[in-house]
């Protein structure tokens, strides 16, 4: 079956630290990964994606690469900032089906 | 946030009593995803609606919930004789034609049942 684990929170981290968040994932076939940023009191917004193995996605200087051999797609930034405090959701799509699969998300929190 | 509207976005119930969650996905999006939280844990696929069609259905409890996704109005999520147990966040996602992996979410309606 499809699933994906996630590293657990919460993470605090002082402002320009680097974070990574684990994630490793179970599908068949070739899924799509993606991370998901959700703010306090909002909605999941899609933060990146990757749709085929050694795909890096990147924005807003989060990054992270679709490793088939080890079955992950850790997310890393360089430099965490005060405004990246939020919660974040590791989740896969399969190649065929139609509902994503989330990890249970790890709370991060960045003090200055 | 690409503008999926939910309410209420906190709603309380007593055990027994009908929930109706409401979503309106983004303008122009035909297809609608329902997701439970609970507590401690990640969000988990309930349904999968396109106008006035459900097509997958696969994750939605097989007593007291039901959803919909009207020609006109927004999609219902209705839980009827609510327990404890039915407490989470559940989330709604749209996403337009052609692009089923890129869902826009809403804020969620956080249901308590007392």
């Known amino acids: 079956g499809n699933s994906v684990t996630q590293m657990e929170g919460p993470v605090t981290l002082s402002e320009e630290a680097f974070l990574t968040i684990n994630c490793t994932y179970t599908a068949t076939g070739y899924p799509s990964l993606f991370w998901y940023v959700q703010y306090p009191g909002e909605g999941l917004q899609l933060l990146l994606k990757a749709t085929k193995a050694d795909d890096k996605g990147s924005n807003k200087g989060f990054e992270a690469t679709y490793r088939k051999e080890t079955t992950s797609f850790h997310l890393e930034k360089g430099s965490v900032q005060v405004s990246d405090s939020a919660v974040y959701f590791c989740?896969?799509?399969?190649?065929?089906?139609?509902?994503?699969?989330f990890g249970t998300g790890t709370s991060l929190t960045v003090i200055p | 946030n690409a503008g999926v509207m939910q309410n209420p976005r906190h709603l309380v119930r007593r055990r027994g009593q009908e929930a109706r969650l409401r979503c309106s996905p983004v303008?122009?999006?035909?297809?609608v995803y329902w997701y439970r939280q609970l507590p401690e844990e990640g969000l988990k696929f309930m349904v999968y609606?396109?106008?006035?069609?459900?097509?997958?259905e696969s994750g939605m409890p097989k007593e007291r919930f039901s959803a919909e996704f009207p020609k006109e109005g927004p999609s219902i999520l209705r839980i009827q004789q609510v327990v404890r147990g039915d407490s989470a966040a559940y989330f709604c996602?749209?996403?337009?034609?052609?692009?089923?992996?890129?869902?826009?979410f809403g804020a969620g309606t956080r249901l308590s049942v007392l």
């Open positions: 996602a749209s996403s337009p034609p052609g692009a089923r992996d890129i869902q826009y």
């Open positions: 303008k122009g999006h035909s297809h």
């Open positions: 609606l396109q106008k006035e069609n459900i097509i997958d």
């Open positions: 989740a896969l799509t399969a190649s065929t089906g139609n509902q994503f699969y």
